[in-house]
């Protein structure tokens, strides 16, 4: 979706479904599954690791509609250390994720995210920058003026401060690292099964967890694993109550709006207005949304174009005065995958059903914890626990303990 993509291709087809058996069966091919995918087979070179996946154009995925970008801006500090490993990987990921010496181009470009804050919002400003500053995140904090000074096209009227990431936040090719993830999993041994999960057979009775022992596909197939993996996106709900769990994941559309402006706004990095859209530079367009009014479940993926209202117009060249001479160029939509409980990811397993483990409910920011949770989750499988970053506290197991993680930066 991003302009300037050299995404590398994998060409080599899928296989189609056949009765038989792996280790791993990771239902979902986009940047979750790939990434989890990717890991194991570091891990484990001789693990019999399938990805499952219904639409191989991954035309409805939300990996290949993202808008891709990576902050350290959050009140969290899982979430923090989640970006600042991807976006280690992310530098190295042309090195790390070549097949065959060809180095995938990842896009990565880093002029930061700039949260601005009115009077009312500078407290909560201020002490995020300060926490994220504990945790070894480079934000610079800016007054009014200095904002002026820094950037000459924003309006700062109404405004307090604002916080900056410059050179340790940005934007990416989310598409072409999702390709090249796949790309590179597969070639290190992963298969990639064209099929649908309808459901599953499982083992197990009375209060005890239950254990899957093989995945149904639609044509009738079955496939034998020893553990599975819900990496379904925003259909991950249907799967999960195939096995009798609730997961509170909604599929919530969002539109992006491509726009494209006369004047050169030099260094602008991807801006969050207090009163809440956002937009950045993509290439020599850009790109931005806001939170829709509208937000009722599995609404049809197509832009809704009503979303760019005169609020939001009017909002846009109320901070960057060039706007007013906006055009609108193109706008495309995709789900995010909504965490309802509290907005952050469910990862692990789930206490019911013992072999079958979460990487979902990212709500809007899971590309850029794609190359860790993958770790992780691959971590648990291999080596039975977290071994590098301790993602427990992201554990699904929360839904049934009722203990919500609280993050401030959510978008939209
Ligand atoms: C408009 C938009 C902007 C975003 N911006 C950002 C951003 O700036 N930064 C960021 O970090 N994140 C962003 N995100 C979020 C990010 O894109 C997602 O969190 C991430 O792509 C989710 O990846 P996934 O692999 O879980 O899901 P997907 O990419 O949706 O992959 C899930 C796959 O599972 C398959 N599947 C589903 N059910 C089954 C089944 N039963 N059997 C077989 N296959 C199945 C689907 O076909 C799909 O290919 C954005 C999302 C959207 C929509």
Not at 59 to 77: E, G, K, T, V
Not at 78 to 103: C, K, T
Request: proline content about 5%; charged content about 20%.
């Amino acid at each position: 979706m991003t302009s300037g993509s050299k995404a590398v291709q994998d060409d080599r087809p899928a296989h189609t479904p056949c009765d038989h058996s792996v280790d791993v069966a990771i239902i979902g091919a986009g940047i979750q599954g790939a990434s989890i995918a990717w890991w194991l087979m570091r891990l484990d070179p001789g693990l019999r690791v399938a990805l499952i996946e219904r639409d191989t154009s991954f035309a409805q995925a939300s990996s290949q509609r993202s808008a891709s970008s990576i902050r350290q801006q959050f009140s969290n500090p899982i979430n923090i250390q989640l970006s600042q490993f991807g976006l280690q990987f992310l530098r190295e990921a042309p090195g790390l994720l070549a097949v065959d010496d060809e180095a995938p181009a990842i896009g990565l470009t880093d002029p930061g995210y700039l949260y601005l804050a009115r009077s009312e919002g500078a407290d909560s400003l201020r002490a995020q920058h300060a926490l994220q500053r504990h945790h070894g995140a480079p934000i610079e904090l800016l007054e009014r003026d200095a904002l002026a000074q820094r950037f000459a096209w924003l309006r700062t009227g109404d405004l307090s401060v604002g916080t900056l990431g410059a050179g340790a936040e940005g934007w990416f090719d989310g598409p072409a690292l999702h390709q090249a993830m796949l790309r590179a999993a597969r070639s290190q041994g992963a298969t990639l099964i064209r099929g649908e999960v309808v459901g599953f057979e499982m083992a197990g009775a009375g209060d005890a967890p239950r254990k899957i022992t093989a995945l149904r596909l639609a044509d009738g197939t079955r496939l034998v694993c020893g553990t599975a993996v819900n990496a379904a996106g925003a259909w991950a709900r249907p799967l999960a109550a195939a096995a009798g769990i609730d997961l509170p994941v909604h599929a919530r559309r969002r539109t992006v709006f491509v726009f494209s402006c006369p004047t050169t706004l030099a260094d602008c990095p991807l801006v969050i207005d207090p009163s809440g859209f956002w937009f950045r530079p993509e290439g020599r367009q850009f790109i931005g949304g806001r939170t829709p009014d509208d937000d009722a479940d599995d609404l049809p993926l197509e832009p809704n174009l009503a979303e760019f209202d005169e609020a939001f117009w009017t909002g846009l060249a109320h901070r960057v005065p060039a706007f007013e001479a906006l055009r609108i160029e193109n706008a495309w939509a995709g789900y995010y995958e909504m965490n309802l409980f509290d907005h952050n990811a469910l990862l692990g397993a789930h206490p019911a059903v013992d072999n079958l483990l979460f990487a979902t409910g990212f709500s809007g920011h899971g590309m850029q914890q794609a190359p860790a949770v993958g770790r992780g989750i691959a971590e648990l499988i291999v080596q039975g626990g977290y071994r590098s970053l301790d993602l427990s506290v992201l554990s699904i197991e929360r839904l049934v303990q009722g203990r919500r993680i609280l993050e401030a930066n959510v978008i939209g």
